[in-house]
């Protein structure tokens, strides 16, 4: 089981959430879908809700607020200093949506735009590492930084995380590998003509099917309908409320 106790070396997709309008309605979603437990942080946390797979934090889901952005999963990539990389991020042409803050005892964190429009957050860790647990059913096992001018990302993503990039021959739309110290944590590839830039998160599960007909019977749109591809088998969706993920099922062997 891919279980983790220490912090995520710079660079990596360390944590996802997303803020919703309803906690409960999604919180129930997700259960059905991904098989996820919640802990409630409590009212000095925003009620944020941590989802757990095997007693392991996996994800979060939280209450928007009042004018806020349509939901969406956001990435979050580790830090060894939120501030220092608050600053990299603006001189190379990103912008802070939220200002390197402290949340107290876990970590730091911020919120920012890549110059392609691409929304993506910053994690420092300090009593919270991030995921406790990955590519196991419920757990994330991939996300995409799915970009509309995917050089500039490239150029953006290596100045500020160091990130390099490794193609992958199988893979659509010159889809690259992001590593950190040589291995691969992520992808990077272009979106299609109007789409806006965007990160995907995608969550294993041991059936997409079964869990597909789930997602659509708790509300979920299919975007993607389930299928094979040299990765594995997979589909993306949208929550009752919008939000876009993917469901992946792994190869076996």
């Not at 942080?41 to 941590?50: D, T």
């Not at 939120?82 to 919120?111: C, F, Q, W, Y």
């Not at 991939?142 to 050089?151: G, I, K, N, P, Q």
Request: aromatic residues 10%; contains cysteine; hydrophobic residues 45%.
């Amino acid at each position: 089981m891919p279980v983790r106790d220490t912090p995520w070396p710079a660079g990596t997709p360390c944590w996802v959430d997303v803020a919703v309008p309803d906690v409960t309605l999604a919180t129930a979603f997700y259960s059905a879908v991904l098989g996820w437990s919640f802990i409630d942080s409590g009212e000095a946390f925003g009620n944020y809700h941590v989802a757990q797979v095997d007693g392991r934090a996996a994800a979060a889901i939280g209450p928007a607020a009042q004018g806020d952005a349509p939901p969406r999963w956001t990435v979050y990539l580790a830090t060894d200093d939120a501030d220092a990389t608050a600053k990299l991020i603006t001189e190379h042409g990103g912008s802070l949506l939220v200002e390197p803050a402290d949340v107290a005892g876990n970590g730091r964190m911020a919120v920012a735009l890549d110059p392609t429009g691409g929304a993506f957050g910053v994690w420092q860790s300090a009593g919270m590492i991030g995921f406790g647990i990955t590519a196991e059913p419920g757990a994330v096992t991939w996300t995409d930084a799915r970009l509309s001018d995917v050089e500039r990302g490239k150029g953006f993503f290596a100045a500020v995380f160091g990130h390099a990039f490794e193609p992958v021959p199988d893979a659509p739309g010159g889809y690259a590998n992001l590593l950190v110290a040589g291995e691969p944590v992520g992808g990077i590839v272009g979106t299609p003509g109007g789409v806006p830039s965007h990160w995907l998160t995608y969550f294993s599960v041991a059936d997409v099917d079964a869990a597909e007909a789930v997602a659509a019977r708790a509300g979920a749109a299919v975007l993607m309908p389930a299928e094979d591809t040299p990765f594995g088998r997979m589909g993306i969706f949208t929550d009752p409320f919008g939000a876009t993920f993917a469901l992946h099922q792994a190869l076996e062997g």
